[in-house]
């Protein structure tokens, strides 16, 4: 059976392609979610694609498990601790992505408690970060089985 890597989105991103484009671009969640799939295939992943707006919604995906986690947090990264204890207890490789680079955004921005405990962080690559992630990902996946 493919591992089953979790792509998992927070608030807001549903609205991604009308959403402040000149910020967060075109590109919807629904096309992220096809390049997603088609990666991971090319990787012999499987990807359980879901996005939530609440926080708690987010912590249950996380503890549900998955072989392996890809997150855009958006907004609770900077904010929820909740879901960051749910990343450090999963026990699996965990990418954080940004579509846009925070660290060159507000202030508040630039602290993400999720990214504490998770292997890898790519921001500021667009829609783009997510393959990226993914291919990193399926290199921690595979180093831990050879392991």
Do not use: K
Not at 6 to 35: D, H, M, Q, S, W
Not at 99 to 112: G, M, Q
Not at 129 to 139: C, D
């Amino acid at each position: 059976m493919r591992p089953t890597v979790l792509v998992l989105n927070g608030p807001n991103l549903n609205l991604l392609g009308r959403r402040e484009p000149e910020l967060y671009g075109t590109v919807t969640l629904a096309e992220i979610e096809a390049r997603c799939h088609a990666v991971a295939a090319e990787h012999g992943l499987r990807v359980d694609f879901r996005q939530s707006n609440h926080e708690g919604a987010l912590v249950d995906a996380v503890q549900e498990g998955a072989d392996g986690i890809v997150i855009n947090p958006a907004a609770y990264a900077h904010t929820s601790v909740a879901l960051r204890d749910a990343l450090a207890t999963a026990g699996v490789p965990i990418v954080e992505v940004h579509l846009t680079n925070i660290h060159r955004r507000e202030a508040f921005r630039h602290t993400s408690h999720s990214a504490a405990v998770s292997d890898a962080v790519i921001c500021g690559a667009g829609a783009h970060g997510y393959e990226l992630a993914l291919l990193h990902l399926a290199e921690l996946m595979g180093e831990e089985g050879r392991g």
